[in-house]
C-alpha cells in the first residue's frame, strides 16, 4: 500500500493559491494525456474554487477536447435552468473558459434521486478519475458528506442525502442563494470513497470562514467528525489555502510539520 504523501500549502493570498492549485492540476491533467490519450477529472462548483479555475484555464498545453469533467454534487428539487445548479455554475465559471471543449457530464436530478443516482454510479466506473478538484465546507465537509452522516466506509459511490443546516447557511453566505429558505433540503453527492478514488487529489480552500476547517484538517484526528480529516489518508493530496483561511493553524507541534508556507 502507498504511503500518504499529504501537504497544505500556506498563500499569501488566494490568487497564489489558486496558481499554485490549478498548475499542479493541470500537470496532472497533461500526464493522463500524454499517457492514455485522455483525462477524467472531477470538479467542485463553488466559488472558493474560482481563482483555481481561472487559473486552469490559462494553463497551457492542455487539449481539452481529450478531457471528461464530472461533478460532485447537485441539488434535488431545483429546476434544471436553475443558476445555482452545480452543473449550470461549472457550464459558466470552468467550461465557458478553457480553449476548447470537454466532454462534461452533468448530475441530471431532474430525471429524479435514484435514476440519476445510477446514471452517475455508471459515469464514475466507466475508468479511473485522475485528478479531483476539491475545496472543504465550513463544517469541513467534501462534497455535500456533511458531519454527522459523513461515512468513510460508504458502500455506493453516490448517495442522497440531506444537507446539514450549516452547508446550507455557506450557500446563502458565498451569496448562491437570498435567504435559507431558497436553499434545496437535499442533494446528490459523491461520497468519501468515491472522492478518495482519485489518483490525484487538488483542495483549494480560500477565506477566513474556512479557518477553523482548515485547522481540523491539519490537527484533529482523522474522524467522520470533521469530514475533511479523511484527505490525510490519501497517496497524492495536496491542499492550497490562503492566509486568512490558514490563521488558525497551530505553530508548534506535530501538526504543524504538514504545512508547508510559501512566501511568495
Not at 482523522?222 to 469530514?227: D, F, G, L, R, Y
Request: net charge negative; glycine share 6%; with cysteine.
Amino acid at each position: 500500500m502507498s504511503t500518504p504523501t499529504f501537504a497544505l500549502h500556506v498563500h499569501p493570498d488566494r490568487v497564489e493559491m489558486g496558481l499554485s492549485a490549478a498548475r499542479s492540476a493541470a500537470a496532472t491533467l497533461r500526464a493522463a494525456i500524454a499517457d492514455r490519450g485522455a483525462a477524467r477529472m472531477i470538479a467542485a462548483a463553488a466559488p472558493s474554487q474560482l481563482d483555481v479555475y481561472r487559473a486552469l484555464a490559462q494553463e497551457p498545453g492542455i487539449d481539452w477536447s481529450k478531457v471528461t469533467v464530472l461533478h460532485m454534487d447537485e441539488y434535488v428539487g431545483l429546476d434544471a435552468a436553475a443558476p445555482q445548479r452545480f452543473g449550470n455554475w461549472l457550464r459558466a465559471h470552468l467550461l465557458s473558459g478553457l480553449s476548447g471543449t470537454p466532454v462534461f457530464h452533468a448530475m441530471r436530478t431532474e430525471l429524479g434521486a435514484e435514476q440519476s443516482a445510477a446514471e452517475y454510479v455508471a459515469l464514475l466506473e466507466e475508468a479511473p478519475i485522475d485528478l479531483v478538484c476539491l475545496g472543504i465546507g465550513v463544517n469541513g465537509h467534501i462534497a455535500f458528506n456533511d458531519p454527522p452522516e459523513a461515512r468513510f466506509d460508504e458502500a455506493s459511490p453516490v448517495r442522497i442525502v440531506a444537507l446539514d443546516e450549516a452547508s446550507r447557511v455557506q450557500q446563502v453566505d458565498d451569496e448562491c442563494f437570498d435567504t435559507l429558505g431558497d436553499v434545496p433540503t437535499h442533494a446528490l453527492t459523491l461520497t468519501i470513497p468515491a472522492l478518495l478514488a482519485g489518483a490525484h487529489l487538488v483542495c483549494a480552500v480560500p477565506d477566513a470562514r474556512k479557518a477553523d476547517a482548515v485547522r481540523a484538517l491539519v490537527e484533529e484526528p482523522v474522524t467522520e467528525a470533521w469530514p475533511c480529516t479523511v484527505l490525510r489518508r490519501h497517496t497524492r493530496c495536496e491542499v492550497h489555502v490562503d492566509s486568512d483561511a490558514a490563521s488558525l493553524i497551530p505553530l508548534t507541534g506535530p501538526a504543524r510539520q504538514r504545512v508547508v508556507v510559501h512566501d511568495s
